[in-house]
């Protein structure tokens, strides 16, 4: 045992040597490019984990909320259209310990007609479904009353108001021209011709851009005027349900499956973003490519100094083994060079990602189609790639130090 | 003290080199022996079958009575740890440490406490003239000061047997003299056994006996006589060292 302490000591008394009387600029050069290679790991699948968080995020806090109830099959197996005595339902939702609220919606499809200079040249239409809120409980349930552009919210005694996503809209950055309507703006009338038949004017009271373009791709009227268009009450074609998140959706799934919610479709938030999850996933493979580069990059470049410093040092390495020293002594000296650029540069890297580039991208952040995204970090991502990257730099000290360390001494002395 | 019995050495290759040819011989403690030869006549492979630098191909070493040639090699570094004192022609030294840590380095390796093995390296330091220089870099010392350090390494682990690699090739004329008359020094006061290959044939002068290898064999030897001795000491390599007061006090 003291033996082992007395070879550590020894090793570290080296590799104390190598570092405080070697070359400032090798050791400088090669922290910087430990530096990059972490920040390069750390930021791109910062920005990616942060791109997928921000689907996440905004796919509950702005489009379906954490669970929407649709309706089911009726006793003969037929898809229901709505929900049927919907205060009663909510009411019943409400009730379980950890849900916030429940808002109800109609939904119903019709084509938007825009006429901007009401001489029918220019008039563009969209076919869309239009859907309807009850404006105080859906303040409860998505953000979109604080993520207007132009004009205001709608109220619950809004008759003849529309509110519209920006994507609908064709204003404010919106990306997607085809379902749009190029330019529509607060004040503007448009019409809507409900697939019932029933075709209603509307001035456009607001307009809306979360930056997310499934939630901007909505048109909203009250719920009191969708039941005049529609001729029904107390029903509704999907609720949507907000969560405390102290449980997986799942949890409060299976509380409203207790509640009696035995017929209706009920489906978690992940359920509405089918084309996202694919996104996702592609992000995933991209981010453990580039950690697997930045490994590479970071590893190599030790390897390489390492290399260089055990080359350059085969006759003194030689020397040293004459004078009596083990393998191991040599060995471990380098390699603990090798782990101390590799740890120099993490702990540079995690300074300027905390004081440099996250507050940088907490201001700016990036502008992707599925909204802005800061950068953001994961703890456990964090800590894989500082331990990968330890550890590749273990390799990156151990080979070729040993490569030097085991040849004959006479070779490493005389060539 | 040294016995070497019917020594071979064969670097293999494509023509087989027989670099070292049945050499026998024995050596005393304390005897200061030089080895002698042409170039090519085996002087340094001799030099590194003794200090267990390489292994011979066939024949065996004792130090001290201990059979040496057929240690493995992790008992041959603990050995050149405890009992070799290895001087190389070139001043071996590590460029990272400061004189005295290159002196205390073996002592370190060894185990010993900092505070006692930086007292005995300091103390070496002193007795090979550079009590002065102790935490100079090996780039701030000159040629000789190198080659004193490297000495002053080599003895640093008490060992009874010294090995000099043409210790003076790279010196000039009063470095040459410092370092013979330190190492006939050593011999005389404190029993140090050494071996020096030199190709310098005045040199020969500071040792008590020459093993003149040629081809690989032991060719011959010369026993030189004490007034020989002395007048190499007072006349070869003159040097003025009153500059160094602790110098072979």
Redesign the interface.
């Known amino acids: 045992m003291r033996e082992i302490w007395n070879d550590i000591t020894s090793a570290l008394f080296l590799f104390y040597k190598y570092v405080t009387r070697g070359s400032k600029g090798t050791l400088i050069l090669t922290i910087i490019v430990a530096t990059l290679a972490f920040l390069e790991i750390n930021i791109i699948s910062g920005i990616l984990s942060s791109a997928i968080d921000q689907v996440y995020l905004q796919t509950k806090a702005s489009y379906v909320s954490n669970i929407v109830i649709q309706p089911g099959k009726d006793q003969w197996g037929n898809n229901e259209q709505y929900i049927k005595q919907v205060s009663q339902v909510k009411r019943r939702i409400e009730s379980i310990p950890g849900i916030i609220a429940a808002s109800s919606r109609y939904s119903c499809g019709a084509v938007i007609e825009y006429d901007p200079d009401k001489t029918g040249r220019e008039t563009r239409s969209v076919s869309w479904p239009v859907e309807s809120i009850n404006p105080d409980e859906e303040r409860r349930v998505s953000d979109i009353h604080i993520h207007l552009v132009a004009g205001e919210y709608l109220a619950n005694a809004d008759r003849d108001r529309i509110i519209l996503g920006r994507e609908i809209s064709g204003g404010y950055g919106a990306n997607l021209e085809l379902q749009s309507l190029k330019g529509a703006r607060v004040g503007d009338e448009i019409k809507v011709y409900y697939v019932n038949g029933i075709v209603r004017k509307y001035i456009i009271k607001g307009i809306y851009s979360t930056g997310f373009p499934l939630a901007d791709m909505s048109i909203f009227v009250t719920e009191n005027e969708m039941e005049s268009v529609l001729n029904i009450h107390d029903r509704a074609s999907k609720i949507l349900i907000k969560t405390d998140e102290s449980y997986p959706e799942e949890y409060y799934i299976s509380m409203l499956r207790q509640a009696g919610l035995n017929t209706q479709d009920i489906n978690p938030w992940i359920s509405f973003i089918g084309i996202v999850i694919g996104l996702t996933q592609t992000f995933g493979i991209i981010k453990n490519i580039l950690l697997l580069i930045g490994l590479m990059v970071s590893g190599v470049t030790i390897f390489i100094v390492i290399f260089i410093a055990t080359t350059a040092r085969k006759k003194q390495i030689g020397i040293m083994k004459a004078v009596g020293m083990k393998d191991e002594i040599v060995i471990l000296s380098y390699v603990m060079l090798a782990f101390f650029y590799a740890l120099l540069g993490i702990c540079l890297g995690i300074i300027l990602l905390e004081l440099v580039f996250k507050p940088y991208f907490a201001a700016n952040p990036l502008i992707f189609p599925i909204g802005k995204v800061p950068l953001t970090t994961n703890p456990a991502e964090l800590i894989l790639s500082i331990v990968s990257m330890l550890i590749v730099s273990l390799i990156a000290g151990f080979i070729p130090s040993w490569r030097i360390a085991r040849q004959n001494i006479i070779k490493a002395i005389w060539g | 003290m040294i016995n070497v019995k019917n020594l071979n050495k064969i670097y293999p290759g494509h023509i087989p080199v027989h670099a070292l040819k049945d050499v026998s011989f024995d050596i005393p403690r304390g005897q200061f022996v030089a080895i002698m030869g042409p170039s090519g006549s085996g002087k340094s492979t001799l030099l590194?079958q003794l200090?267990l630098?390489?292994e011979p191909t066939s024949g065996q070493i004792f130090l001290d009575s201990i059979d040496v040639s057929k240690l493995s090699d992790?008992k041959r570094?603990?050995?050149?740890?405890?009992h070799?004192g290895?001087v190389?022609q070139e001043y071996?030294?590590?460029?990272?440490?400061n004189a005295i840590?290159n002196v205390f380095?073996?002592l370190?390796?060894l185990?010993m406490k900092r505070r006692e093995y930086i007292r005995v390296a300091g103390e070496l330091m002193s007795h090979v003239g550079l009590a002065e220089r102790l935490n100079h870099?090996v780039s701030e010392l000159s040629g000789g000061e190198q080659q004193r350090v490297a000495i002053a390494?080599a003895l640093v682990?008490n060992s009874r047997i010294l090995l000099a690699d043409e210790p003076c090739a790279n010196l000039d004329t009063e470095n040459k003299g410092i370092v013979l008359k330190l190492l006939r020094k050593l011999c005389n006061e404190m029993g140090q056994t050494i071996l020096m290959v030199t190709h310098e044939p005045e040199q020969r002068e500071f040792a008590d006996r020459v093993l003149w290898l040629r081809d690989g064999r032991l060719e011959k030897e010369e026993l030189i006589d004490k007034e020989s001795q002395k007048n190499a000491l007072l006349n070869i390599y003159r040097t003025d060292i009153s500059s160094d007061p602790d110098f072979l006090k």
């Open positions: 590194h200090g630098l390489d992790r570094a603990a050995f050149r740890l405890r070799l290895y190389f071996a030294l590590i460029p990272e440490l840590e380095l073996p370190m390796l185990g870099l390494r682990n």
